[in-house]
């Protein structure tokens, strides 16, 4: 099995900035994309940022320029830097990671972290 773990959510006010983790542990051969969620109250999970295994990345238009995704191989950790907040970033932010779980097994899961709360206030 896999787990990941998010951290670093909390409260900020409008313009700050937070740094969210997420750590993958477990049975882990190779990781492939990795990406950040969220999921305001009484709306759908959307896609914040995604980061291919090379670096490459994309984002919401909602996010473009203020966040900032990245990874560490090496720790199996992805962050997500968010910069000059808004209220409406206020959501749940859950990652997810597609994993490979042995060298002689091609196929991919997809794990998802249980989320941590983002707070932003007017």
């Known amino acids: 099995q896999v787990q990941l773990v998010e951290s670093g959510g909390n409260l900020v006010q409008t313009g700050g900035s937070l740094r969210l983790s997420c750590a993958a542990s477990g049975s882990i051969f190779s990781i492939n994309a990795m990406r950040w969620y969220r999921q305001a109250p009484g709306k759908q999970r959307v896609l914040v940022a995604a980061i291919s295994t090379s670096g490459g990345t994309n984002y919401a238009d909602s996010v473009k320029g203020r966040f900032t995704i990245s990874r560490d191989n090496a720790k199996n950790t992805v962050y997500l830097q968010m910069n000059s907040l808004k209220p409406e970033d206020t959501a749940i932010y859950y990652c997810?990671?597609?994993?490979?779980?042995?060298?002689?097994?091609?196929?991919?899961?997809?794990?998802w972290g249980q989320g941590t709360q983002v707070t932003v206030s007017s």
């Open positions: 997810n990671a597609d994993v490979a779980q042995s060298p002689s097994d091609n196929r991919l899961f997809r794990y």
